[in-house]
């Protein structure tokens, strides 16, 4: 009972504020809304049994990538300058095609989704078994993917400082 | 309706109601991406869509596949990668910022200035 109540209350704020979140005029808002867009998946992964992807959204997207987007906001906005978006045209295009698509997933997963899985194993998953997974080379074992991801990330921070450095 | 919210209070939370959280999540980038002229908006829509995925790939592990790891891992990745997508592009548009003083996205037709 208490699990359905907190989803029902992390679905209705993750729903509203990403629609607020593209809607807004002001970016800082926006950001704002994203924010809370962000602590809601959060919460769900927790709620889904996930436990180290929560803290690692919370620590990576909430704190990371949020200051990120903070910064960059007050750095090129002008104060009290409202968001510019594109012809109205374009906007009803944009709607229609969105809401197409909603229509058209959402008819999908109420048709279909409920009949392929049967039950819910809400099991821990412990960090050590995380940990082996992550370093090992066998079959269902991340240890490529994980270099990989940290010579990306080599390669972003010196791509990063490349281009904003000032000449 | 009534028995609708007695199923859904009784029974363990269904994979479509996850599913329609992070669908919302996606239309809502894509209309974002789509309807705004700022870097900025365009990439805090890219920020909406690539969560909405990551809640896909976590719902589909754990509903489908419970003894496995493979969803949580590609979520996993696919967090360190948005990080660094975001930290490169916020880089683009601090320095097209300050050669154009501008970040939107009709007024960038060259790259070079």
Redesign the interface.
């Known amino acids: 009972?208490a699990?359905?109540?907190i989803?029902f209350i992390?679905?209705a704020m993750?729903?509203v504020f990403?629609?607020l979140?593209?809607?807004s005029k002001r970016?800082i808002r926006?950001?704002t809304y994203?924010l809370f867009?962000?602590l809601g998946?959060a919460g769900?992964?927790l709620?889904?049994?996930?436990h180290?992807?929560f803290a690692?959204?919370i620590a990576?997207?909430a704190g990371?990538?949020m200051v990120?987007?903070i910064?960059?906001?007050l750095?090129?906005?002008r104060p009290g300058e409202n968001?510019?978006?594109?012809r109205k045209d374009?906007?009803i295009?944009?709607?229609i095609?969105?809401?197409a698509?909603?229509a058209f997933?959402?008819h999908i997963?109420?048709w279909n989704?409920?009949k392929?899985?049967t039950l819910?194993?809400?099991?821990e998953?412990k960090i050590q078994?995380?940990g082996l997974?992550?370093m090992g080379t066998d079959k269902?074992q991340?240890l490529l993917?994980f270099e990989f991801?940290s010579v990306?990330?080599l390669a972003?921070?010196v791509?990063?400082?490349m281009?904003?450095r000032k000449r | 309706m009534g028995d609708l919210f007695i199923n859904?209070?009784?029974n363990?939370?269904?994979?479509?109601?996850?599913?329609?959280?992070s669908?919302?999540?996606f239309?809502?980038?894509?209309?974002?991406?789509?309807?705004?002229?700022?870097l900025?908006?365009i990439?805090?829509?890219i920020?909406?869509m690539l969560?909405a995925a990551?809640?896909n790939f976590?719902?589909f592990n754990?509903?489908?596949y419970?003894g496995?790891?493979?969803g949580?891992?590609f979520?996993?990745?696919a967090?360190?990668?948005?990080?660094?997508e975001?930290?490169?592009a916020?880089?683009?548009?601090?320095?097209i910022?300050r050669n154009l003083t501008s970040?939107?996205v009709g007024e960038l037709d060259e790259m070079k200035e």
């Open positions: 009972m699990q359905q109540i989803f992390l679905a993750i729903a990403s629609v979140a593209v809607t970016i926006s950001a994203l867009v962000l998946t769900l992964y709620l889904l049994g996930y180290y992807l690692v959204q990576v997207y990371g990538v990120l987007f910064f960059a906001i750095l090129t906005n968001v510019k978006t594109e374009r906007r295009a944009a709607g095609t969105s809401l698509g909603l997933c959402g997963i109420y989704v409920n392929m899985y819910v194993v809400p099991a998953q078994d995380i997974t992550l269902y991340y993917p991801i990306l990330l972003c921070i791509g990063a400082i281009i904003a | 859904f209070f009784s363990p939370v269904p994979m479509e109601a996850y599913l329609g959280v669908l919302i999540m239309f809502a980038g894509v209309y974002g991406f789509l309807s705004r002229k700022s900025l908006m990439l805090v829509s920020e909406l969560n990551d809640i976590v719902v754990r509903y489908l419970p496995q790891m493979e949580f891992f979520t996993l990745f967090i360190a990668i948005a990080a660094c975001t930290a490169v916020i880089a683009i548009i601090i320095n910022y970040v939107e």
